[in-house]
């Protein structure tokens, strides 16, 4: 059967047996929590505060009490093998595929969509209806707005002189578009309605509606004319 902390508060019964759920975690109604998911994961932190207290609980337990635990909204569906941290908060009905990683103090708003394989490194507010596809990488100090496309393989960076003591993540506005194995660099602000093209390297701020493309990105044409384009293709008509 699945270990459910004693401190949890778990209100939907669609938990498969191989799930652990650890400290003050909320789930809502109607989730679904599939085989080999841990929700409350934690940090390495307190973790060690934890054993160097010298639990003798056991591995399970020693976990469950270094964990402050995580919230997840109703009618979410958390796939085989992800792992979700202590301090993440998801909203309703929020996907995620298989073998997703979700660090600690990430916001993830309602009807969100997050790929397999996805890694969101902690620390990062994604809004409402986000679609996330496969293999993304989300670093901490990302702010990405509502109703915002993330192609396969993306790969978001936070850090402009590696290794920094300064992190910042870009900021990616609502209803923008990336596309397949774009690289974002630190700091850059993607504004709302604008298109980034698949593979492009893009290091400066990208004006609203307006598509980009190349390595560095530089301005193709407009979200209209994309939008146009986007509705041929659909119709068959190129």
């Known amino acids: 059967m699945p270990y459910i902390s004693p401190r949890a508060r778990v209100k939907t019964k669609l938990i498969a047996e191989t799930a652990i759920i650890l400290g003050e975690t909320i789930i809502e109604e109607n989730t679904i929590i599939d085989e080999g998911v841990i929700i409350g994961y934690p940090t390495r932190r307190n973790l060690r505060e934890t054993i160097s207290l010298g639990n003798t609980r056991d591995y399970r337990g020693i976990l469950d009490e270094a964990s402050s635990g995580s919230r997840i909204g109703s009618s979410t ?3 085989p093998g992800t792992t979700i941290y202590e301090g993440v908060v998801i909203g309703n009905n929020v996907e995620t595929g298989h073998n997703v ?5 990430t916001i993830i708003g309602d009807n969100t969509v997050i790929g397999t394989h996805t890694i969101i490194d902690g620390r990062v507010r994604i809004g409402s209806r986000v679609r996330i ?3 993304v990488y989300i670093p901490p100090e990302t702010i990405i707005e509502d109703d915002v496309f993330l192609g396969p393989f993306v790969v978001i960076t936070n850090d402009r002189y590696p290794l920094s003591k300064r992190l910042k993540g870009p ?10 194995n774009s690289i974002l ?8 309605g604008a298109v980034v093209a698949a593979g492009s390297v893009v290091t400066r701020n990208v004006p609203p509606n307006t598509v980009v493309a190349g390595v560095p990105a530089k301005p193709l044409t407009t979200r209209e004319i994309y939008e146009e384009k986007k509705k041929k293709w659909e119709e068959g008509l190129i």
């Open 185 to 192: 660099i630190p700091g850059i602000t993607i504004n709302e």
């Open 77 to 79: 569906h958390i796939r």
């Open 171 to 180: 900021t990616i506005k609502k209803g923008a578009v990336i596309g397949a």
């Open 101 to 105: 990683m979700i660090r600690e103090e």
């Open 133 to 135: 596809e496969t293999g």
